[in-house]
Each structure stands twice: as structure tokens, then as C-alpha cells.
């Protein structure tokens, strides 16, 4: 299969193996390069996805909403690949075919490249939201331990909407305040 697939398949649906096997393809020492060379604070990658016997040996991918805001935002601004490989990856991002969180909250057609993941009691959302006026914002949502994942998801989509709101007024905001 193609790089080019395989990464697609990574994003668009969250696919484990298509993950394991770009992480044995680049390899752990060259991720960690990487991660060191754009200064990416609060991720930590250390095993393949479902190695349980590292887990257990307290291995751990650990990411934090900073961490995860950081990556989108260099990545939107063209610094971790250049610009025409950042525009591609975020063109592969908008492909997302797990749209049930942060897309939901937001006007009907709104271009969105984000990426999802989840494990049991786990639902994050992580995306590029782009505004009618051209302008665009970073919006991540991390949880754990959800009790209820459908009423936790309903309260994504709420403020998913909320932040949205919040960038579509915020014109009209600083026009009024004379700025």
C-alpha cells in the first residue's frame, strides 16, 4: 500500500494498523527527532498503537490539549512540513470520516479538518475550523472517563458551538470597541 493511503486511512478512519505500520515505516527514534525539533510539549509517544505488553511495562502515547493545539497550529502554519505538505495533510484532515463531535455543533457545511480518537470512556477532537469570513481557529477536546460517552459527546457539540459562536461575533465585537 502507498504511503499516501496509509496515511489517509490513518487519519480519515482511524485506522490502528494503517498507524503501526507508518510508526514502523518512520520509526520511534525519527518521531522523537521530530517532536524534539518543533519543541512539542505535553506529547509523548513511546510504543505502537494496542501494545499492550508496553503498556503494561508503563510505556505509554500521551497527549495533552496544549500538546495536540500546538501540532495543529504548527502544522496550520506550514512548520512541521513545508507548505504544500501541510496543506495536503490538512486536505487529507478535512476527509475525517468520525464527525460526531466537534462537527455537530457548528452551521451545516462548515469546513472542519480534525482528527478523532477514542478508547472506552475516551472521545477526543482535535480540528481546524474554517469560519465563512476566511479567517480560521484551532479547537481540541480531550476527555476521559466519560460515564454517560452520548451525553458527554452532546456537551462537545455544545461547546464546539459556543467556540464557534464566540470567533463568528468576535469582528463585530472589536468593531464596536473601536478596534
Known sequence: MAVSELVRVMIQY????????MIERIGVP??????????LRGVRFGRMIEDYDANDQGIRNEMTAR???????????????????????????RGQHFNDMIPPGLPSGTPVAHKTGWVEGVRNDAGIIFLPDGRHYILVMLTKSLP?????I????????????HFVSAPA????KGG
Open 14 to 21: 482511524s485506522s490502528n494498523l494503517a498507524t503501526n505500520l
Open 67 to 93: 500538546g495536540l493545539g500546538q501540532f495543529m497550529q504548527k502544522l496550520d502554519h506550514g512548520e512541521i512540513v513545508g507548505p504544500a505538505q501541510s496543506a495536503a495533510m490538512i486536505d487529507i484532515l
Open 30 to 39: 525519527y518521531i522523537h527527532a521530530v517532536m524534539k525539533a518543533q519543541h
Open 148 to 152: 454517560d460517552e452520548a451525553a458527554g
Open 173 to 176: 465585537r472589536d468593531a464596536a
Open 154 to 165: 452532546r456537551v462537545l457539540n455544545t461547546i464546539s458551538r459556543q467556540v464557534y459562536d
